[in-house]
């Protein structure tokens, strides 16, 4: 299981998959060598991994697209992607255009450190949950990571879906919109974080996605 950009993966400690059929593996975000390639990346990251017998890998957002990466390397049963993209046309305008206007190469990725500073100033109750939030998943703040994450995601180059994927999104995602994204199980309401409010429905319909590749209790909130 691979999280989010930046993301630690306690984003899963609410996923709960029967023990006596599944072996969790959380993943970690590494920092990047210098000019790697996401490819070369996925190679890295395989490396804990069994390579002698079929696995099931699930990512959320970025961690969608690198587990894709990743399934070139693997025997893979399933492969399932969350909040997240098949291919590189699934992304929202903006981001294509921050990808051939190059201004990704001049973003603030820094921003991450100052979450501390702003949960001291009179913010209202709703910024200050959304602040503990971002403290307890965001961990990653290191500014060759972000600048390679952020590169990566909206250069990637993929233009055709791996076959048999499987793809859950959130009707109600704000980061890459479920208008730009084909042949998915849509949830209603999801957000981009329903690997957080959503964990019902996960842990109601994982197992028969992948054991069997299908849903069990679609209306689960």
């Known amino acids: ?27 970690t975000w590494k920092i990047p060598k210098k000019e790697e390639s996401l490819k070369a990346y996925a190679h890295r990251m395989v490396e804990p991994i069994e390579k002698d017998k079929p696995v099931v890998l699930i ?8 587990v894709q990466e990743m399934s070139r390397f693997l025997m893979v049963k399933r492969l ?13 305008a903006r981001m294509k255009l921050a990808r051939y206007s190059g201004v990704y190469k001049i973003l603030p990725t820094g921003l991450l450190n100052y979450i501390t500073q702003i949960e001291k100033l009179p913010v209202g109750s709703t910024i200050r949950k959304r602040l503990k939030l971002y403290q307890q998943y965001l961990s990653v703040n290191d500014k060759n990571y972000l600048e390679w994450a952020i590169k990566e995601m909206l250069c990637w180059e993929q233009v055709q879906p791996i076959e048999d994927i499987i793809h859950i999104h959130g009707e109600e995602d704000l ?15 999801g957000t981009h974080i329903m690997i957080l409010n959503k964990y019902r429905w996960f842990n109601a319909n994982l197992p028969g996605l992948i054991s069997e590749g299908i849903l069990q209790h679609q209306k689960i909130n």
Not at 80 to 92: A, D, G
Request: proline share 10%.
């Open 1 to 27: 299981m691979m999280p989010g950009m930046a993301a630690n993966p306690t984003v899963f400690e609410r996923i709960e998959l029967p023990v006596e059929e599944f072996k969790m593996l959380w993943l």
């Open 80 to 92: 399932i992607i969350i909040s997240s993209v098949k291919t590189k046309q699934e992304l929202p």
């Open 175 to 189: 980061v890459f919109p479920i208008k730009n994204i084909s042949d998915c199980i849509r949830i209603p309401s």
């Open 59 to 66: 990512g959320v957002s970025f961690g969608g697209v690198l």
